[in-house]
């Protein structure tokens, strides 16, 4: 038995779009299928930005509580740290 299709030439083919008639189970529409993404793309950035300002927030306390303690540091012990350790006397 021969296949119809395999027996037409190309310019023989529809070269046009026809729809599809009837219901198709195994197609979306395209409209379900953008919606869908963009809406995936969304929630990914907003989980993304809370993630970030959860980070930040984290990050402006901790930086609060260390000018606090550089603040609260005697004079004597800022200088020492601000020059480093290469500033120890050497041993004779």
């Known amino acids: 038995m021969s296949d119809p299709a395999s027996d037409q030439t190309p310019s023989d083919r529809a070269t046009t779009f026809q729809a599809v008639q009837g219901n198709q189970p195994e197609h979306y529409s395209g409209e379900v299928l953008l919606v869908s993404a963009y809406s ?20 402006r306390i901790r930086l609060d509580d260390l000018e606090r303690a550089i ?5 004597k012990s800022r200088g020492a740290a601000r020059n480093g350790p290469s500033e120890r006397p050497r041993a004779p």
Do not use: H
Not at 43 to 56: D, E, G, P, T
Not at 71 to 75: R, V
């Open 71 to 75: 603040g609260a540091a005697p004079p």
């Open 40 to 59: 995936l793309v969304f929630v990914i950035l907003l989980i993304w930005v809370a993630i970030s300002w959860r980070k930040v927030t984290e990050l």
